[in-house]
């Protein structure tokens, strides 16, 4: 396991097992360019998608390999929220966008279609054509919420004490 990636974690090296695989890894380890690199780090790396949803929109992501948010360590996750933020802070200067989403996604339902970690910094205009992120009902259809919420407080006292 690597120290910063977490359980499902590995170092981006040519002798990667999927590097081939995986083409954030591939820009991570220098192999494949990105349109734009907008800064970068030892452990990270922040680029332009190659089909942004808006001007400025930046991918922020761990030089190593890992699957998602929730399968980063609290260190590696902590250390790329402060990357963000301070992308984000550049964003703002550069671009003045009157707001900004921090976007990030674990498996298809949630729309991720590049299986390594990468968070979207997402600058918004009120005129862009992005669209609303959020549906205009509630998921709680008849759904008793004190028992989900019994169930996600349980789950977390097992999480938080591993």
Not at 43 to 70: M, Y
Not at 73 to 86: I, K, Y
Not at 121 to 134: A, H, N
């Amino acid at each position: 396991m690597d120290r910063e990636g977490g359980g499902n974690s590995r170092p981006v090296t040519a002798e990667s097992d999927g590097l081939d695989d995986c083409a954030f890894c591939r820009i991570a380890q220098g192999q494949e360019s990105p349109s734009q690199i907008i800064a970068e780090g030892e452990d990270w790396l922040a680029f332009f998608p190659l089909h942004p949803a808006t001007i400025g929109h930046t991918l922020v992501i761990p030089r190593v390999h890992v699957s998602d948010l929730w399968q980063a360590s609290p260190e590696l996750a902590a250390g790329l929220a402060g990357h963000c933020v301070t992308v984000g802070r550049a964003i703002e200067s550069a671009l003045s966008p009157d707001g900004m989403n921090l976007i990030t996604s674990k498996g298809a339902a949630a729309e991720q279609s590049v299986f390594h970690l990468h968070l979207h910094l997402v600058p918004r205009w009120s005129d862009d054509r992005f669209g609303t992120i959020w549906p205009d009902s509630s998921a709680d259809d008849g759904v008793d919420l004190s028992k989900v919420a019994v169930s996600i407080r349980n789950a977390w006292r097992t999480e938080a004490s591993r």
